[in-house]
């Protein structure tokens, strides 16, 4: 047998250590896969025979990854996503292929979704298919091909574009202003204040900017603004709210801004690619297509 062949694995083997990998289990496996408990550890077995290393360390109880079968196991879980992605084009008969996109809740469906029709016009030939992260993820352990992230441009083995910087200031509903005495961004701190989970130090970080010590009371939670701007427009209290994501909002009068300066974020939103999906054609069309956006509709960041 040629060296290139033997290092060419049988793919139901490379399922079959893909799934006790993800699932941590040979029986989970076993189900997953629709084979025999034994038919999976047999797979498994062949390619510790082929390559000669150990990839599980099994005892009477629980089986787990060795230190080799960690590092084997992120390159398959990307290569088996890459031939699924490749089946799906052929299916599909899409020449261009499949992207896989990872978007924040409110950013994703207010800022983003407007102008994909433009995208699905403009490339009949790539499918997007959308699904909701916040934080960071293992790009192939959830095989994504791209994420719209909020943060800093410094994703582990990943390239990051800077798509938009955000502006935040505080904002309330005009009955809710109407009804209290509200002049200065110190008369904020006495009010009920809504926070986002997601960004825990914004109102500290906010009322330093003013000059100001925060306020150490409680207040409401959240983790999607999309239910701050709501809870906000309720009245139930000052919610610190990006303006990129309440422009509607903002325009038919449902919310206005209480008094203080805006902040910008020390955080944006940036595209961030994997290294490994820099070259593949879908990705390098949306990055394209996505900047070519922001030349012609720069975000409005001020208020």
């Not at 790009?139 to 990943?158: C, K, N, V």
Request: proline share 7%; net charge negative; glycine share 8%.
């Amino acid at each position: 047998m040629s060296v290139q062949r033997r290092l060419l694995p049988n793919i139901s083997a490379l399922a079959a250590f893909e799934a006790v990998a993800r699932l941590g289990s040979f029986t989970a496996a076993a189900q997953e896969l629709d084979l025999t408990q034994g038919a999976v550890s047999r797979q498994v077995r062949l390619l510790e025979d082929q390559f000669g290393r150990q990839l599980f360390e099994r005892d009477s109880r629980n089986v787990r990854l060795s230190t080799a079968g960690e590092i084997y196991a992120e390159a398959v879980r990307s290569a088996l996503g890459q031939l699924r992605d490749a089946a799906l084009g052929l299916m599909s008969n899409r020449h261009s292929g499949i992207l896989n996109l990872a978007i924040l809740p409110t950013f994703g469906t207010r800022w983003l979704m407007p102008m994909i029709p433009d995208f699905v016009e403009n490339n009949p030939d790539i499918t997007i298919n959308f699904v909701t992260r916040v934080g960071r993820f293992d790009f192939a352990r959830e095989r994504l091909d791209a994420a719209i992230h909020y943060g800093l441009p410094d994703w582990p083995d990943a390239d990051s574009t800077l798509l938009v910087r955000e502006t935040v200031a505080p904002v309330v509903s005009p009955d809710f202003l109407a009804g209290r005495a509200i002049a200065t961004p110190a008369d904020i701190g006495r009010l009920p204040l809504l926070h986002m989970t997601t960004r825990p130090g914004a109102w500290s970080e906010w009322f330093e900017h003013q000059g100001l010590s925060a306020p150490t009371g409680p207040g409401m939670q959240f983790e999607q603004f999309a239910t701050a701007a709501q809870a906000c427009m309720a009245g139930l209290g000052v919610a610190l709210l990006p303006q990129i994501l309440i422009e509607g909002e903002l325009q038919r009068g449902q919310l206005v801004p209480a008094p203080g300066q805006p902040m910008q974020s020390r955080n944006a939103y940036y595209l961030v690619v994997p290294h490994d999906k820099r070259g593949y054609p879908p990705v390098a069309s949306f990055r394209d297509w996505l900047l070519g956006q922001l030349e012609k509709e720069p975000a409005v960041l001020a208020w």
